[in-house]
């Protein structure tokens, strides 16, 4: 007889939902199909688990994603924080007052101006006494007053000037005046042009609506194509003080940068400012790089550079960093929101930095020493550092690299700690690029270089100017005038203190 391989029965796998009776009673040869079949459920299984868990975290940062783009972009400030802190607001409870002023409350009215200011007064007295009706005669030495402001009629004046060409009666010679310096090469004056800038630059109106205005209001009209050559008359006349005002923000000794997303001739660019106490600055490039933040901060700044944590900061020094704390409340936010231990250490930074914005209010209002906020803030921050600590080694993979990175740049949340004059947000460079962003909604960007010119140029202008208390068309106006005249336009910089006697 020949020797046969004897088939043995194949084990039944554990989970299986067979008895083994009647595993014993099924054919070798189905028992083989059967147990090839269950590896590969198996391996299926495990396939699907591992996608499902890729799929959550996905799922997962897709939608931290559309929140933060919904109520947190460029477009709203930091203070409009996360869902969760959204959340958190409406909780609190109704003081139980009603809108609007409180009783008791001073309000506050418009201010009289001094009667040796104003362009008239109308005198009202009674003739007859109200009692016997006899005739009256006088003043009354503190009557009641009541100022109306008006703004008369406005119409544009137009000069005309007639440049002549004589002939010499001696030899007959055609001679042609020249132009002098004073007078305008553009049909339209100085303060027509300033007006242009700032309604475009300042207040943000179309062209259609730029034309619509100076023709109702002064009766002034241009076509849609000298909008943008008027454009360009005051960017080429603000452009020296610009240029000036971006070296003074080099010295400063702190500075706010930030940038936001815009749009040239159709494609992506990036609208930077840098932000001092007194001078603001802006430009507009298609680069989103650190020779941009070199351009803006000085090639060799000393300044503290408040920012966000994007990388193109990175160069500077840690001394020389102050990162937001209104991003890492965000951030923390953030934390809290995807569960877990993520979420504890996320929750006990939210309050770490609650308190450490309660201890900065005092310190700005001048109830709380900067000595003894010092000490108070030494405590939090071995607190803090421990746990980012713990969401470094316990937490997520997200919220762990997360926290890596605040631990490698921990010495640039408290710079403005040992430093005056250091905020601990980045709330000021936000609020600058608001306008901008704006105006990116409504022009839907520039469609030229020269047009992006004339934009950071208005923005330096306009925030500036604010930010000294200074008239912005008051200013244009002089700028376009020393345009005309070719003399050097007005500064941009603040005016230096006058010693006091």
């Known amino acids: 007889m020949l020797n046969r391989d004897i088939i043995k029965p194949m084990e039944r796998p554990s989970e299986l939902p067979i008895s083994d009776a009647d595993w014993q009673c099924t054919p070798i040869a189905v028992q083989t199909v059967l147990v090839s079949l269950w590896e590969q459920v198996r391996k299926l299984q495990q396939v699907v688990e591992q996608q499902g868990v890729q799929h959550a975290a996905r799922i997962a940062a897709l939608e931290e994603r559309l929140a933060r783009r919904q109520g947190r972009g460029k477009g709203s400030p930091p203070s409009e924080g996360t869902e969760t802190s959204r959340k958190r607001r409406r909780k609190r409870r109704s003081s139980g007052r009603s809108p609007g002023g409180q009783p008791g409350h001073q309000g506050h009215g418009r201010t009289l ?50 440049l002549h060409t004589l002939r010499c009666r001696h030899c007959d010679t055609l001679t042609e005046a020249a132009w002098p310096d004073t007078v305008p090469r553009s049909t339209f004056g100085p303060s027509i042009q300033a007006w242009v800038g700032l309604l475009s630059g300042a207040f943000r109106l179309s062209k259609r609506n730029i034309v619509a205005l100076l023709s109702d209001a002064f009766g002034v009209d241009l076509a849609l194509g000298s909008i943008s050559r008027l454009e360009q008359h005051v960017a080429a006349a603000i452009a020296a003080p610009v240029e000036e005002a971006g070296t003074y923000v080099h010295q400063q000794p702190a500075i706010n940068i930030d940038e936001t997303s815009w749009r040239e001739a159709r494609g992506k660019a990036w609208l930077w400012t840098a932000v001092t106490s007194l001078v603001t600055v802006f430009a507009i ?58 979420a504890t250490v996320g929750n006990q930074l939210i309050d770490y930095t609650k308190q450490l914005f309660l201890w900065w209010h005092r310190v700005r209002d001048g109830t709380l020493k900067r000595s003894s906020f010092r000490v108070y803030v030494s405590d939090l921050r071995w607190r803090l550092r421990f746990q980012l600590w713990c969401g470094e080694q316990f937490a997520d993979a997200q919220t762990a690299a997360t926290c890596a990175n605040l631990r490698a740049v921990e010495p640039a949340l408290w710079t403005f700690v040992r430093k005056e004059g250091v905020e601990p947000t980045n709330n000021a460079a936000e609020r600058a690029l608001r306008h901008g962003v704006l105006w990116r909604h409504t022009s839907f960007g520039t469609h030229s270089p020269a047009g992006s010119r004339f934009v950071e140029r208005m923005l330096t202008v306009r925030d500036t100017l604010r930010q000294q208390h200074r008239n912005v068309l008051d200013y244009l106006t002089e700028a376009c005038q020393a345009a005309v005249e070719q003399h050097a336009a007005p500064s941009l910089l603040p005016k230096p203190a006058s010693p006091q006697t």
């Open 285 to 342: 490039r298609l680069r989103r790089s650190g020779e941009v933040a070199h351009e803006l901060l000085g090639e060799h700044t000393t300044a503290v550079v408040g920012s966000d944590r994007y990388v193109v900061y990175d160069y500077l020094p840690l001394a020389q960093r102050q990162i937001c704390w209104s991003h890492l409340q965000r951030t923390f936010e953030d934390f809290a929101e995807r569960g877990g231990e993520a």
């Open 113 to 162: 101006l001094p009667v040796d200011q104003v362009d008239g007064v109308v005198p009202i007295k009674p003739i007859n006494c109200r009692h016997c009706r006899q005739a009256l005669c006088g003043d009354d030495a503190h009557p009641q007053r009541h100022q109306v402001v008006e703004v008369p009629p406005v119409r544009a004046q137009v000069t005309e000037y007639q």
